[in-house]
């Protein structure tokens, strides 16, 4: 009788990226794992996220590149010259703007051109969040078309796009991390898929074929969380700072999910020259501060102000850059019986937050639009109002559903 194997459980030694440590975590192409490391709570939430067009699309381009290439020196290569191959419009010549480059190496080539093709992956997810799920769905279908190439069955079955939800995820950096520990997640996540396509079809048979074999789910224990995720989440838990928990039940139809999309306006104050200037410069990178886009966690989940505004200082990382707000202000519309529209706003900086998420609940109110103006940060203040962590279970209702 055939002995059934352990299940995987990571490396109690892993640690995540940073300047001191630049061996990547490894989910060992286990399905839990990759989840736990994605801060998902079941398998089911990472089984609809994999079929996501942005992975479908960069999946054949990365296939026949990184075939050979070592995983720590790909993130090296996106940490060390990430911003300007990113700029490169043609991939193919993406290793001409690498300092490090051997121009004589066809590997080293590979390594550039693969390295543009995560940063445009990066891109993707960010249109991707932007797109409504009947958009996410047809795009899926398209390029789900191209993946059929890279395994050796010439046909197979699948759910229909459709009826996936097309969550909208949260890749990081958790606490702890850095931006690039989210490459680390999307390489993770591409390798499972090509595992599942390459494998002669028989896990993607047993998985992917049907939606009721999409939805059969395991649950994310504590051992199965990458060693760091397991601490941030523990110490955050004994802080006693965040017990306003919204549990976001699993029907679509019971709940009022926001996909608050925001945009960053210049600032006109006296002496607004020098923070003008520093979001110039992130976003003409186009890598910490986007001039719209989505926030990544739906605000009503958010027990404060305060960690709502730390969600959006990770997201746009901005005690890298040095600044803080100026003004945060949520504009949206009241809708009467008759169909008419009156416009209204709130401070969500100033105003007390249950007045902002009674905004957000009111059946009435629609069209949410989050503007946004930075300050340069005051040198005077180490530290942001709150400490720089979030609630672990923030972590898990970043799925935003439309």
């Not at 010439?154 to 939800?165: F, G, I, N, T, V």
């Not at 955050?236 to 700072?241: A, K, M, R, S």
């Not at 009674?358 to 946004?372: G, K, P």
Request: charged residues 30%.
């Amino acid at each position: 009788m055939a002995r059934r194997a352990l299940p995987k459980k990571p490396d109690p030694a892993s640690k995540p990226l940073s300047s001191n440590n630049d061996k990547p975590y490894n989910c060992k192409d286990d399905e839990v794992l990759i989840a736990a490391y994605m801060g998902m709570k079941d398998t089911r939430e990472l089984r609809h996220l994999i079929l996501a067009w942005p992975f479908l699309k960069a999946l054949p381009n990365l296939t026949s590149l990184w075939k050979g290439l070592h995983r720590k020196k790909l993130l090296n290569v996106v940490k060390r010259n990430g911003r300007a191959i990113q700029c490169t419009k043609d991939p193919g010549f993406a290793y001409a703007v690498d300092e490090y480059h051997d121009y004589k190496s066809s590997t080293m080539k590979r390594y550039s051109h693969a390295v543009w093709h995560l940063f445009q992956l990066q891109k993707d997810i960010e249109e991707y969040k932007g797109l409504s799920k009947e958009e996410n769905a047809q795009r899926a279908d398209e390029f789900l078309k191209n993946c059929l190439g890279i395994p050796k069955r010439k046909k197979l079955q699948h759910a229909p796009m459709s009826s996936l939800r097309h969550p909208k995820p949260n890749f990081g950096p958790y606490h702890g991390e850095i931006e690039l520990e989210c490459f680390n997640r999307y390489c993770e996540i591409l390798k499972h898929l090509e595992g599942m396509l390459t494998d002669y079809a028989r896990q993607w048979d047993k998985r992917y074929k049907t939606l009721s074999l999409i939805n059969m789910k395991q649950a994310v224990n504590e051992d199965d969380c990458p060693p760091w995720m397991i601490e941030s989440q523990n110490d955050e838990g004994e802080d006693g700072d965040y017990d306003d928990v919204i549990s976001f039940p699993e029907t679509d139809d019971a709940y009022k999910f926001i996909n608050l999309p925001f945009e960053i306006q210049e600032s006109t104050f006296e002496g607004a020259g020098e923070i003008n200037a520093i979001l110039k410069g992130a976003i003409c990178s186009r890598r910490e501060v986007p001039q719209d886009g989505i926030i990544r966690v739906d605000p009503q989940a958010c027990p404060s102000g305060g960690v709502f505004r730390d969600v959006i200082r990770r997201q746009f990382g901005m005690p890298r850059l040095g600044i803080d707000f100026f003004e945060i202000v949520l504009f949206f519309s009241r809708q009467d019986d008759g169909g008419r529209r009156f416009p209204k706003h709130i401070s969500v900086l100033y105003q007390e937050w249950d007045d902002v998420k009674s905004a957000f609940r009111d059946s009435s109110n629609i069209d949410f639009n989050l503007t946004i103006m930075f300050k340069v940060r005051d040198k005077l203040t180490p530290t942001f109002e709150i400490a720089d962590r979030l609630p672990p279970w923030i972590n898990k209702w970043v799925f935003l559903k439309t």
